[in-house]
């Protein structure tokens, strides 16, 4: 019998059976349907959605909170390790003047701050809420005192409360107002105000630039609010014989307080918390007349090397920022 030879083209290549093929548990198809198997069971899903958030959070958050955790309870100083040592950290900077200045700056930055924000938001949102030309160029150009980086848009304002080359000290100067004020006792010299060098003025400053930059977003999210409420109400008040502010007060309000009450806390979060407006304008002088809680960590813990009071100064914060995240969460809770 002649011996059969294969082409040159199918040397050396086996062909199975498209069933032994098929199961083979590390071909394509195999894998497809496995993958597709487990992604059909909830739990699995579940655990693939939640994994990647879970481990940023853990990594970015919890991590860093527990070990500044450690850090408050340990006299840890940069280049030394550090040593248990309880609440020593918190009763020395409890016994520290500074500090106590540190916590009513805190409180009255972030109280002024929010009641200033709420009242122009409110009002410019009132405002947008109207029909005139221009409306929505407006509305957008609202927007921009918050979307521009904290750190450039404070060093524009670094520049305008500037000692020498103030535009407001040179505004003063032009109109008369300075060597008035400084004739009636109010201004240092006819040259207008140290605004960031007087212990009163820099407070203020900063809180006026914390408005600038904060108002625009209660303006917006209050808008949307206004926007969800029927006009038919404000008509039937209105042939009632209700005023403006009564319409205000009964109607608008109540159905804002939702909203309102989120972007409140939203904001007093945000504010307590504030480092880089504050550190760029005054870092926290003159005099400490200006630090907050973040400010002074950094200089005590990074700037100063003291890593434990900076970590136990960090921790004052945490209570009362906790307290407005369970207040927040709780209101949503029941509105839903």
Do not use: C
């Amino acid at each position: 019998m002649a011996k059969q030879t294969l082409p040159e083209s199918q040397v050396g290549v086996v062909s199975y059976p498209r069933e032994v093929a098929a199961a083979r548990p590390w071909s394509l198809a195999a894998l497809r349907r496995r993958l597709a198997t487990w992604l059909e069971d909830e739990r699995v899903l579940f655990v693939l959605l939640v994994a990647p958030t879970l481990l940023i959070l853990v990594a970015f958050l919890a991590i860093p909170f527990f070990w500044g955790v450690w850090l408050s309870v340990s006299d840890k100083v940069v280049g030394r390790p550090g040593a248990f040592v309880g609440l020593q950290n918190f009763f020395t900077i409890l016994d520290s003047s500074i500090f106590r200045r540190t916590v009513q700056n805190t409180f009255v930055y972030t109280g002024i701050a929010t009641i200033f924000k709420l009242v122009l938001g409110m009002a410019l949102a009132l405002l947008l809420n109207r029909h005139f030309r221009f409306n929505r160029l407006l509305r957008a150009s609202m927007l921009l005192p918050w979307i521009v980086p904290t750190v450039l848009s404070t060093l524009a304002w670094l520049w305008i409360f500037d000692a020498t080359y103030s535009v407001l000290n040179w505004i003063l100067r032009e109109i008369g107002l300075a060597r008035l004020l400084w004739q009636l006792g109010i201004a240092p010299s006819p040259r207008g105000f140290v605004w960031l060098g007087t212990p009163g003025l820099a407070m203020g400053s900063v809180i006026a630039v914390n408005v600038w930059r904060g108002f625009p977003f209660f303006a917006i999210t209050l808008l949307a609010g206004l926007q969800t409420i029927d006009p038919e109400l404000h008509e039937a008040a209105e042939i009632d014989g209700a005023g403006g502010w009564a319409r205000f007060w009964y109607i608008t309000l109540p159905l804002l307080r939702p909203i309102l009450t989120v972007v409140l806390l939203f904001s007093i979060i945000v504010t307590f918390a504030d480092f880089q407006l504050v550190y760029v304008l005054t870092r926290g002088g003159p005099h400490n007349s200006t630090h907050l809680f973040a400010t002074l960590a950094y200089q005590v813990g990074v700037i100063s090397g003291k890593l434990g009071q900076g970590a136990a100064i960090s921790l004052f914060m945490f209570p009362v920022l906790l307290l407005a995240v369970i207040l927040q969460l709780r209101y949503i809770r029941r509105e839903t």
